[in-house]
């Protein structure tokens, strides 16, 4: 009798509900606030019930396409046809989109996707039957295999473990559970070792008995069915329940199921603002008369239907974790994120971000964590937004903590180090800079004693001053005055027949005097024709008192640099029992020259 009563009130309940939705969304909705039977009504009709999967297609056909087509479609002449047609999670909602489906039945996440961004109505709740028990809301299990020296009892003692998981988007299979895991400070999707997800609750059983899952999340009384049939025991023996009671449901009876977490909603059942509310009516009007041992009940493991209930916590769940995405701009609907496998379902908390699509895939067995077969797997898939050191503002964009100071676009040092490192590359700069200037102003002073080749004149034959190991003397000329000019000994043979060709002279006197042979045959100021001409030079670096170049070193380079660094000391000195040091020719592709006074 108290069923009975229940039946009668809920469908008076359901049926005043439909005409307020109905009138209320065909003042917005246009086409919903006519009825089919008017004159301007369309030929035929088809209505399109879509569900998420094939597996409750096949069990829901005989209610959504034989039943209604049964009872419904007379009533409108035969006009109106009823089909059932399976969509994945996301086609489901672009099919909504673009008008490829006019009714639902789906999961409540599902439902109030729908109803929040398209408008439509979640009108009635579906009344299971689970163990010969009738239940309209469901919750989430928590459990692991008992270990009696350190069970698992809280949301808390779950972080760093394996889990294995319904569908990703299923309210009682993962969704409840998060929620309140992400309360605890215990979000999975950052926290957890490995997550695996299955197609149903069996496997996440199996899973866990398996040992290839630490905890498993099932809906509330798939426990109660399958855990026997798998493991062959008695679950409340050899399980601990994470957070274990028996919540009472918000039409006040305690649920007959063991759960971890607070109640959602039975799946939902709705229409699209486009289906005529005379449609709706009748609809809603033919499943809640359908009868708890009729052939459509018992195909789709149902109990019965009823009008719906609150989905105030299921939006608030939603919006918690980010499922339900507030609108960009006023006046617009919260839309929901397309998931059209588990990583486009990846829903990750404040301050963190997914990690890339080729990172997500490999992840696991990267990580050395293979994945079961027929399951989708995820090891760590959310990262910090911002680096290490860095914090998230509500803005979307990444500060430096405290003690820290920004380098870059995403870099954050301390403080105290950037302030040695800049120190140390300031004093770095400035040396460079003051050497940077010691080396101009050195050039500068060069320039004073550069002579340019071309500015020294000979007579032709020159005239041989003196020669040695050392060198060879030859007077010149310089700017009108009458200077003599030493040129470093060439080293080899080449060297020596390029540079008496220079001069004009080629295999007499001058070779000989190179070569530090006796010189014959050639004037020389102050020398016998017939004399040895090796010690001449050396008398002159002696009156000079600087270091000889040496002939006999082999790298031109160093030989460069030392004349370079005589001639920075010699072109000072000014004494009246010293030659002056005039300048040096030191031109790229010439020998080194030094031109001094003619005394």
């Known amino acids: 009798m108290t069923l009975l009563y229940r039946h009668l009130i809920s469908s008076l309940c359901a049926t ?47 209610t959504f396409s034989d039943y209604l087509n049964r009872v419904v479609s007379p009533q409108f002449g035969g006009r109106v046809t009823f089909r059932c047609e399976a969509f994945g999670e996301g086609d489901l909602l672009d099919g909504a989109e673009f008008n490829h489906l006019q009714m639902y039945f789906v999961s409540p996440i599902t439902g109030q996707c729908l109803e929040s961004e398209f408008r439509s109505a979640n009108i009635l709740n579906i009344r299971r039957i689970i163990k010969n028990e009738v239940v309209d809301h469901i919750g989430g299990v928590l459990f692991a295999v008992r270990n009696k020296t350190n069970p698992i009892t809280t949301f808390e003692e779950t972080r760093g473990l394996r889990f294995a998981s319904d569908s990703f988007r299923a309210a009682g299979g993962f969704v409840a559970q998060r929620y309140q895991l992400e309360a605890a400070g215990n979000d ?4 957890a070792k490995k997550m695996i997800f299955f197609e149903n609750c069996r496997d996440v ?6 040992d290839e899952a630490d905890i498993g999340m099932v809906p509330t009384g798939c426990l109660e069915r399958y855990y026997e049939e798998i493991a062959g025991g008695n679950f409340l023996e050899e399980l601990s329940i994470v957070a274990k009671h028996y919540p009472e449901t918000p039409y006040g009876y305690q649920l007959p199921f063991v759960s971890s977490t607070e109640l959602f909603t039975e799946w939902v ?50 919006r918690e974790l980010n499922i339900l995405v507030p609108p960009s701009e006023e006046g617009e609907p919260e839309t929901c994120h397309r998931t059209y496998n588990v990583y486009e379902g990846i829903e990750c908390p404040f301050g963190s971000v997914v990690r890339s699509y080729a990172d997500l895939v490999t992840g696991c067995d990267y990580e050395g964590r293979p994945c079961p077969e027929g399951a989708d797997c995820l090891c760590e898939p959310c990262k910090p937004a911002c680096q290490d050191f860095a ?3 509500v803005e979307g964009r990444c500060f430096c903590n405290r003690g820290y100071m920004q380098l870059g676009s995403d870099l954050c040092v301390p403080t105290m180090q950037f302030g040695v490192v800049a120190t140390f590359a300031l004093l770095i700069l400035v040396g460079g800079l003051i050497f940077g200037v010691f ?8 320039r004073l004693w550069h002579v340019k080749p071309a500015e020294l004149k000979f007579d032709h034959p020159p005239e041989v ?53 006796t010189f014959t045959g050639h004037k020389t100021k102050g020398i016998s024709k017939t004399a040895d001409l090796g010690f001449i030079f050396n008398a002159v670096e002696q009156a000079h008192n600087s270091k000889a170049l040496t002939a006999k070193s082999s790298n031109r380079s160093t030989m460069h640099r030392e004349f370079i660094q005589e001639m920075r000391v010699l072109s000072k000195i000014r004494h009246p029992c010293i030659t002056t040091i005039m300048g040096a020719v030191i031109s790229k592709g010439c020998d080194l020259m030094m031109v001094m006074e003619y005394m």
């Open 16 to 62: 005043v509900a439909i005409v307020l939705l109905s009138s209320l969304q065909g003042v917005s909705a246009g086409e919903a606030s006519f009825t089919f039977n008017r004159p301007d009504a369309p030929e035929n009709l088809t209505i399109t019930i879509g569900v998420t999967t094939a597996k409750v297609r096949d069990e829901m056909n005989s």
């Open 188 to 191: 999975p999707m950052n926290n």
């Open 205 to 210: 059983i199996k899973a866990v008995v398996d």
């Open 269 to 318: 059942f709705g229409s699209m603002p486009i289906v005529p509310w005379d449609i709706r009516a009748a609809v809603v009007d033919a499943l809640l008369a359908v009868e708890a041992d009729s052939s459509e009940a018992i195909q789709g493991s149902y109990h019965s239907w009823m009008p719906i209930a609150s989905q105030l916590y299921v939006q608030r769940v939603m």
């Open 391 to 393: 914090t998230l503002s």
């Open 439 to 446: 080396i101009h102003m050195q050039k500068r002073a060069d």
């Open 465 to 517: 001053l003196g020669a040695g190991s050392f060198g060879v003397v030859l007077k010149g000329e310089w700017h009108g005055a009458q200077v003599a000019v030493k040129r470093v000994v060439p080293q080899s043979q080449s060297d020596r027949e390029r540079f008496s060709k220079r001069f004009g002279q080629t295999g007499t006197d001058l070779m000989y005097a190179l070569s530090g042979s």
